[in-house]
């Protein structure tokens, strides 16, 4: 039996580098990784990935991390808040914010990605997924907690996780966890 296959969709100003602990814990779970999201089993959006979902793939699950959607606050106030919460939670080790932060800035150039993420946002990629889980963290600052945002065509399951946005890259025990309760 062939491992299932996962592709990483990635937001602004991420990717593998910031993935690695992710990647790790995912191949020594047993599933492979691929870069071709149309071809996945698996599609993990973090984040403005979760508008670069390609318009037809054959993943039966997609598990959406920290949707970017708050209706009401703008943009510039969620990433301030956001940097701020990283900021905060790594005060225990700088030298792992300023590395991460390193990458941010290198992967903030990679506009192709960025590109895809702004076209599939304005023709709601998200929207039409059947096989999604909708994941929000306690303490995202980007995600709204109000899910009827999103105006799903069906109705994902809504997840909520401890962490704030970029959780997943830090502890990805927990969303492996749930790849395994809905994977199949």
């Not at 979760?50 to 943009?75: D, E, Y």
């Not at 039409?128 to 065509?153: E, G, M, Q, W």
Request: net charge positive.
């Amino acid at each position: 039996m062939s491992r299932p296959s996962v592709c990483i969709l990635y937001g602004v100003c991420e990717g593998p580098r910031i993935a690695s602990r992710l990647i790790r814990a995912l191949t020594t779970a047993g599933f492979g990784m691929t870069r071709n999201a149309a071809e996945a089993d698996i599609i993990i959006a973090h984040s403005g990935g979760c508008f670069a979902l390609p318009q037809t793939h054959r993943a039966t699950m997609v598990l959406l991390v920290g949707l970017p959607c708050w209706p009401g606050k703008s943009t510039l106030k969620s990433i301030q808040q956001k940097i701020w919460l990283d900021m905060r939670s790594s005060s225990h080790d700088p030298a792992r914010w300023l590395l991460k932060t390193f990458w941010n800035s290198i992967y903030f150039w990679n506009m192709r990605n960025n590109y895809a993420m702004f076209r599939g946002q304005r023709r709601q990629a998200h929207r039409s997924i059947a096989h999604a889980v909708l994941v929000r963290n306690k303490d995202d600052v980007t995600c709204t907690p109000n899910h009827a945002h999103f105006r799903f065509k069906h109705s994902p399951p809504l997840v909520s996780l401890p962490g704030q946005h970029d959780d997943i890259w830090l502890h990805p025990k927990s969303y492996i966890n749930l790849i395994r309760q809905y994977y199949g």
